[in-house]
């Protein structure tokens, strides 16, 4: 089917429900005003509509190839990577000395949402830049902002992370890549880093590698990580790509997914490179990409399943099978109970997650805006709900939407196994969505709990509404709602609690998934109900919020209790007797 960007549910979204306005308020962001908005991603809809979602099974069934030390991207990927680099996207939200538009992050991650939907891999290229871009706005010195942003900012060339490497996933501190000094205070790279998204492509005229390198004699651990930019083309005296650095992939990964974007094993084989940031301190340079790339994947969850739903419901409006279970029906699948609860299931998650997505990132945009310190800790709070959520929903989102095709969801050229497959890896890369619950109940509580409560504070709020409106025509409904949902609220509440007090680490990681999604359910029933009191809601928007609040909004309060329920039951068994259960 043909995907239709959804601009109208991200401006209800923007102007009923996250308050957008507070952004476009402050003096940073006055020039993106309600009607800016509405311009611009009524734009980034076209894009993504007409170049970008007709690739999408091109980059599936042709994936790139490394011939001869250069991947040659699939047809029609050059064309649409020009289109999103021309159109400013890259630059969306960077600075406008630079040259980028200077908007708020929050339109970014819209953006982000729909080129997500229409073609992930490629879409997956202008976010390893933007987060870039980002950390060098941040850490770089003023001479390298000048050579690197203006040519990242313009997409003539592209940006990569280079942290994993074979013995070093996660765990960032056993990498052994080492950077030397150099006599003209460069540095020479060398090492082999693994798992390098659009580590090498033929789609820009230079590819910049931030890479995590050790200096001579540094600590070991994290403590000894530094940071480099080095470029595939070494910049001449003018600041365009010279000669071939010494570096390059060595393979492409096949993939479960996402074949359309080149996924490189890289050697840096004494590649020059310059130091980003004080020698030390790379990981947490580094961070300031990781964290906006972690938001860029949760709205890589929500394009997928956005995508995932709009496949579905089209299906299951014209596929015929069996009797309809319903006095007059339209006579397909949508009338049988079991396809209508998936469909709602699909629709209702994808609303919220993409909800706590553009809210993480308008609590961003008001922290840069205004300096507060309440800003800045809800979206540290939010940003691993965010992304452990969102990609958690745009797995389950995709698989219901295989299921609703029923056998013909499980042959490929359908498409939807696709969405699936594609966006699967969204729960592993930048940071595992296990790490993810583990800082949220971890480093996210260690403040007792302030922002947690501040959040279910805003949810009473709501509650409080539906409350006093519920004397109208849909009492019962508006009713329901607000009871389910004060009933996860204080359950969070209580697990908040818990989880702040335990000192034991075990015992908070033991609970981090399920909290983080008890989190994530009662922060969407909020959104949604919040949204079915607007002025603006439809009656699709009451209804959703409904059966949101009663179909999965009660999964949070027994989440919330498994989350402060300790570790006991998961180390009862030891490592023997597993290993047996499974006749190792």
Not at 281 to 301: D, I, K, S
Not at 380 to 399: N, Q, R, W
Not at 432 to 457: P, Y
Not at 546 to 573: I, N, T
Request: with cysteine.
């Amino acid at each position: 089917m043909t995907y239709r960007a959804p601009v109208e549910s991200i401006l209800f979204l923007l102007r009923s429900v996250l308050d957008y306005r507070e952004v476009s308020a402050t003096e940073r962001f006055r020039d993106a005003s309600d009607d800016a908005c509405a311009a611009i991603l009524g734009e980034a809809a076209k894009l993504s509509e007409t170049e970008l979602a007709p690739l999408n099974r091109t980059g599936d069934r042709q994936p790139p190839e490394l011939e001869n030390g250069v991947v040659r991207c699939p047809p029609g990927f050059l064309e649409a990577y020009r289109a999103i680099a021309d159109g400013g996207w890259v630059g969306i939200s960077a600075a406008p000395d630079y040259g980028g538009m200077g908007l708020p992050v929050t339109l970014q991650m819209a953006v982000g949402e729909m080129m997500s939907s229409a073609c992930l891999a490629l879409a997956l290229n202008p976010l390893m830049t933007q987060g870039q871009i980002g950390a060098l706005e941040r850490h770089g010195d003023e001479p390298q902002r000048r050579l690197y942003l203006p040519h990242l900012i313009s997409g003539a060339w592209t940006g990569t992370m280079n942290l994993t490497e074979p013995q070093a996933g996660s765990d960032v501190g056993a990498l052994r890549c080492r950077a030397e000094p150099n006599e003209d205070g460069s540095h020479a790279i060398t090492g082999q880093k693994s798992f390098i998204s659009w580590g090498d492509h033929d789609l820009a005229e230079n590819i910049c590698h931030l890479v995590l390198a050790r200096l001579p004699g540094s600590p070991a651990g994290t403590r000894g990580i530094s940071m480099f930019i080095v470029p595939k083309f070494l910049p001449d005296p003018n600041g365009r790509p010279g000669v071939r650095n010494a570096l390059g992939p060595v393979s492409l990964e096949k993939k479960l997914g996402m074949h359309g974007s080149p996924t490189a094993a890289m050697h840096f084989d004494g590649a020059t490179g310059w130091l980003v940031g004080e020698p030390g301190r790379g990981l947490a340079a580094m961070f300031t990409m990781m964290n906006h790339a972690r938001l860029g994947v949760a709205a890589q969850g929500v394009g997928v399943a956005e995508s995932a739903t709009q496949a579905a419901t089209a299906y299951a409006l014209e596929r015929v099978q069996g009797r309809s279970g319903i006095e007059g029906g339209s006579g397909t699948i949508l009338d049988h109970a079991d396809v209508r609860r998936m469909i709602l299931q699909m629709m209702t998650l994808t609303r919220a997650a993409r909800a706590i997505c553009l809210d993480t990132a308008i609590s961003l945009d008001m922290a840069e805006a205004t300096g507060a310190e309440s800003w800045a800790a809800r979206a540290a709070f939010l940003t691993p709900v965010a992304k452990g959520f969102c990609t958690d929903a745009g797995s389950e989102v995709a698989d219901l939407g295989i299921q609703v095709h029923g056998g013909a969801g499980y042959i490929e050229e359908t498409g939807v196994a696709q969405y699936w497959r594609d966006v699967r890896v969204t729960r592993i890369y930048e940071g595992t969505n296990g790490i993810q619950a583990g800082d949220l109940v971890g480093r996210k509580l260690d403040d007792g709990g302030r922002a947690a409560r501040s959040l279910l504070n805003e949810v009473a709020g709501t509650v409080a509404v539906a409350r006093k409106m519920s004397s109208g025509t849909d009492a019962g409904g508006l009713e329901r709602s607000a009871r389910a949902l004060e009933t996860a609220m204080r359950a969070v509440a209580v697990a908040t609690s818990r989880l702040a007090a335990q000192v034991h680490g075990s015992h908070r990681g033991a609970g981090a998934a399920a909290y983080l999604r008890s989190v994530a359910l009662t922060l969407g029933g909020h959104y949604l109900l919040k949204g079915a009191l607007s002025d603006l809601a439809s009656a699709t928007d009451r209804r959703l919020a409904e059966s949101f609040c009663a179909r999965l909004l009660p999964e949070a309060a027994m989440l919330a209790e498994v989350a402060g329920s300790g570790s006991r039951d998961l180390y009862a068994l030891s490592p023997a007797e597993l290993a047996g259960e499974v006749g190792i």
